[in-house]
């Protein structure tokens, strides 16, 4: 069993930056964390992740303006975003995948709100 718990959400300007955080705990092994992100009325959808041994997966409509890093001794992976758009507001979720048992969990979410 994993949990997650995330933090770093807000209301930011358009152009401006937010950093989340999510910590891991319980049962942790190696493993993929990242986040995805649903805005109203959509599907939920991929943003970035970063495996325990350092591969990095980035959606297209992100790359260039967000990095996702972790820290394997605290099990916390963070998500920097700059240059923020309108478009970026959604809820965003942690994720953990277990390499061992692919097992998949996910944080509560946390609200982006970017102003035009």
């Known amino acids: 069993q994993v949990q997650l718990v995330e933090s770093g959400g807000g209301l930011v300007q358009a152009g401006g930056s937010l950093r989340l955080s999510c910590a891991a705990s319980g049962s942790i092994s190696t493993n993929v964390m990242g986040w995805y992100r649903q805005a109203p009325g959509k599907q939920r959808e991929f943003v970035a992740t970063?495996?325990?041994?350092?591969?990095?997966n980035y959606a297209d409509s992100v790359k260039g303006r967000f990095t996702i890093s972790r820290d394997n001794a605290k099990n916390t992976v963070y998500l920097q975003m700059n240059s923020l758009k309108p478009e970026d507001t959604a809820v965003y979720y942690c994720y953990y995948r277990g390499y061992s048992d692919g097992t998949e969990y996910w944080g509560q979410g946390t609200q982006v709100t970017v102003a035009s």
């Open positions: 970063r495996s325990t041994f350092g591969s990095t």
